[in-house]
């Protein structure tokens, strides 16, 4: 079965959902069913996005990209400071 990548956004609306099916009455089993999730992790979830607002799930989504582009930039460097290097010494 292929994994599905949840967006945070995606993870609190699912969360709301399952507070809503939960003040129902139903378990946490059938809450995590009904959200087409294992109880792991909606568990994982839970404690990850506990008190976590739409809008800041998108800030946290944005500053995980930007971090992404910063280490690459960084790892691309420190390359180019390696090849430099080696050229100095004349291994090139």
């Known amino acids: ?3 599905k990548k949840h967006t945070p956004e995606e993870i ?3 969360l709301r ?3 809503h ?3 129902e009455g139903r378990s ?3 809450v995590a069913k009904s959200l087409s999730v294992t109880v ?3 568990y994982r979830w839970r404690k990850q996005y506990r008190e976590v607002g739409a809008s800041e799930a998108k800030r ?3 500053l995980e990209k ?3 582009k910063l280490k690459k930039l960084v790892a691309e460097q420190a390359l180019d400071n390696l090849i430099l290097k080696e050229v100095i010494e004349g291994k090139i």
């Open 1 to 3: 079965m292929k994994k």
């Open 12 to 14: 609190i609306m699912k």
């Open 17 to 19: 959902k399952a507070d």
């Open 21 to 23: 099916l939960l003040g």
């Open 28 to 30: 946490v089993e059938e």
């Open 40 to 42: 792991t992790t909606y």
């Open 60 to 62: 946290l989504r944005e």
């Open 66 to 68: 930007e971090n992404a």
